[in-house]
């Protein structure tokens, strides 16, 4: 099944005109996804690689029935290009764009979410279900169909992840590259709710990085909620505080946020992590043995007692059954005498 | 973006939040003169971007003119934390009745801005969140509504019982909150708001940090920026557009992608040695922007050895290698050079570069290994990681 995107997956991108949003169009298109539209106001009647495009979202949508949309759009212009989206009915919206104020994102975020909508970014790769759709810039040559759901932080380290899955043979059901902002849309716990949920997804690896506190979060969520083999790599354990890492929301600020905290976390929840993203299959694959083996003891020892109480029940009821039966036979007993 | 504390009380004064009379001095005598106009005992306060200036004795109380120019003396050309004090700011010592704090900050668990108030001011306040939660009150603002009155009002209750102070107070966290947006901070704050034996409140500091991705619309901050006070190699780092942090290891190191670049750094790290630098070119595979890295990693003479790490997604692994060549001709690293290309456009990449004098690598970890190899450091014990 994977994830958030998939063969329904009908796509407009916004600022489809513009040099990236052009490109990826094309790179999407190829790789399967089903890009329908385009938007670039003033650029409405155009075609981009046989692609139409539209001069608004409202268009978009009500003439091609668009239910996803891919965000290219300058960051001067992309949170206004999310509400567009938001308000032509978009349930999907994958944001690209780095660079959006932080400020403006806190107020956008309240807005999809109001919508009952989801936002995926901004500053992210997007997201890819290997076979069948992608949505985003993730190269879609080093992506192969499986059962491992990846979620992560980083572009470039999540394909280096990804990339060591599909040299082990390890395939993904979907991978989810939410991004390195400080406020974004659709989190780590979304996205593991998610997997657990997808009949596809029989793992997962998360990848997180310094700054914020969604890893421990999400380690305290996948304890309770996730009963699918969980690893993970956590990038920034050698970065020095107060300094902003490439992405907005990779800092340690105030002794909080640290690797060591995250890393401390998942293990105390029985995620391990990786001391390098491509020791990442070896761990996950002794991690699924581990939960299987304890999977197995377990449904054994339960199947043990139930043994056990059954036949103590079935010996009970049979008491009982020929007590009852033996009541009427006294009492007509009784009544001979 | 951080502004200096003058800079941000400029900003204050002009929203209608108290602040004492100050100015700002780049030498002795200016200091002096300044003590002297106030006709009243100053402070001398370092602007340098960290925190800690107290502990570190770039703040101090002068009671004549005279004190005021020797302090100064002291204060002018000090290192605070790697921060070399350039300029102080001479202002008027206020008498202090009561220290409270009063902070707005980015709250990414909420996603929200939060409002932070204490009656425990003046002292690093994040210590007195780890210690004394329950001294500080917060208040997670609903962005798309903004900071009500009330609100404020019931902040500035947890600060004072007077009714005038609880006003002005009221009055200064509304101003805060504004100037929070108007600027785009990440975080605003006042450490210590006092109360004067007069019962007047006033704003004796000031700290201001700016969203980066906000500098576009923020001309006035921009405009504000102290390049001297910044590390040179970061300030030219970002002039070739380039992200890039200074470290203290030996093994340079320049990748794509920010997540990327600090998971190799880790690895530097695990096996045995300290990175250099965190340097992320970026997405785009444009060759000057290789040939500029290379230039900021060689700057720093520490450096025994460089490690390139390229993922080829969006970025091409051809691009890369032109700009590598051009690196090498020109620049003639005096140290030796390891290259991991992978990903798209990697078998062009590894032709524009066969014959080239340098290292090549078939994964990270060979990567990592053989530039630590070649360093030839010997490598101190990794410190608990």
């Keep these: ?94 944001c690209i764009t780095e660079g ?49 759901g990846v979620v992560s932080r980083s572009g470039t380290l999540t394909y280096e992840a990804i990339w060591a899955l599909t040299q082990a043979n390890m395939g993904q059901s979907s991978c989810v590259g939410i991004g390195g902002d400080p406020v974004n849309g659709t989190g780590f716990i979304d996205c593991l709710e998610a997997f657990e949920a997808d009949s596809q997804t029989k793992s997962i690896v998360m990848i997180g990085e310094i700054g914020g506190t969604d890893e421990e979060k999400a380690a305290a969520f996948i304890k309770k909620r996730v009963s699918k083999p969980v690893v993970s790599f956590i990038a920034g354990q050698t970065a ?56 197995a003891k377990k449904a054994a020892r339960q199947a043990a007692t139930a043994t056990k109480k059954t036949s103590a029940k079935t010996t009970k009821a049979v008491a009982k059954k020929a007590a009852k039966k033996s009541k009427p036979a006294k009492k007509a007993a009784s009544k001979r005498r | ?61 002068a009671e004549t003119p005279e004190q005021a120019q020797i302090l100064s003396q002291a204060i002018l050309g000090m290192d605070i934390k790697g921060h070399v004090v350039k300029k102080v700011l001479v202002t008027v010592a206020e008498e202090i009745v009561t220290e409270s704090y009063v902070g707005i ?30 001294k500080i009150t917060k208040l997670a603002v609903d962005p798309t509504v903004g900071l009500l009155e009330f609100q404020a009002r019931n902040l500035a209750y947890q600060l004072y019982r007077d009714i005038t102070q609880v006003r002005q107070a009221t009055d200064i966290i509304l101003k805060l909150y504004d100037l929070y947006w108007k600027y785009d901070a990440s975080l605003i704050e006042i450490n210590p708001l006092v109360t004067t034996p007069l019962g007047d409140v006033v704003a004796l500091d000031a700290k201001l940090n700016v969203d980066d991705n906000a500098l576009y619309r923020q001309a006035e901050i921009v405009a504000m920026r102290d390049i001297d006070a910044e590390e040179p190699s970061e300030v030219k780092a970002k002039e070739a557009d380039l992200s890039f942090v200074k470290l203290d290891g030996t093994i340079g190191c320049m990748v794509n992608g920010a997540g990327l670049a600090m998971a190799t750094m880790d690895l530097v790290k695990r096996y045995g040695a300290d990175p250099a630098n965190f340097l992320d070119i970026g997405g785009s595979s444009n060759p000057d922007k290789v040939v500029a890295a290379m230039e900021i990693i060689l700057d720093d003479p520490k450096v025994r050895a460089i490690l390139i790490n390229i993922f080829g997604g969006i970025t091409r692994c051809d691009d890369v290698a032109n700009g590598l060549v051009t690196a090498l001709r020109t620049l003639k690293p005096p140290v030796p050079v390891v290259v991991r290309l992978t990903g798209t456009n990697e078998a062009k990449a590894k032709k524009i570069l066969s014959g080239v004098d340098l290292h090549t690598a078939d994964t990270l970890d060979d990567g990592v290994k053989q530039a630590i190899a070649l360093a030839g450091v010997p490598s101190e014990p990794a410190e608990g990681v």
């Design chain 1, 240 to 295: 020095p505080p107060g300094k902003r890492m490439g992405h907005a929301g990779a800092i340690i600020s105030g002794g909080s946020g640290t690797a060591e905290e995250k890393i401390r976390a998942l293990n105390a929840a029985g995620v391990p992590v990786a001391g390098s993203p491509t020791e990442l299959p070896e761990l996950l694959t002794t991690q699924i043995k581990k939960l299987k083996e304890k999977a």
């Design chain 1, 1 to 94: 099944m994977a994830i958030f995107v998939d063969k329904k997956t009908a796509l407009v991108v916004q600022g489809i005109t513009g040099r990236d949003g052009s490109l990826h169009a094309q790179l999407m298109k190829e790789y399967g996804t089903k890009v329908v539209a385009g938007v670039t106001p003033g650029k409405g009647g155009t075609k981009v690689h046989g692609i139409p495009v539209f001069n608004t979202m409202a268009d978009a949508v009500t003439k091609t029935k668009a239910n996803t949309s891919a965000v290219f759009v300058p960051p001067k212009f992309a949170v206004d290009a999310i509400y567009e989206a938001v308000d032509a009915g978009i349930k999907l919206v994958v």
């Design chain 2, 105 to 134: 900050v980015l709250d990414r668990e909420t996603k929200r801005p939060v409002i932070m108030v204490s009656s425990s001011g003046g002292v690093d306040i994040e210590e007195v969140a780890a210690k004394t939660p329950q």
């Design chain 2, 1 to 61: 973006m951080n502004v200096h504390e003058y800079q941000a009380k400029e900003l204050f004064k002009q929203a209608g939040i108290p602040v004492p009379e100050g100015a700002i001095a780049t030498d002795v005598p200016g200091a002096k003169a300044l003590a002297q106009k106030y006709e009243r005992p100053v402070m001398i306060k370092a602007q340098v971007h960290t925190g800690g200036r107290g502990k570190a004795g770039g703040v101090k109380y």
């Design chain 1, 100 to 148: 959006i104020p932080a400020n403006d994102m806190t107020r956008v975020v309240q807005y999809v979410s109001a919508h009952g909508a989801r936002l995926i970014g901004g500053n992210c790769p997007g997201l890819i279900s290997p076979g069948t759709s992608k949505v985003g810039i993730m190269p879609g040559s080093i992506v192969k169909k499986g059962n491992v």
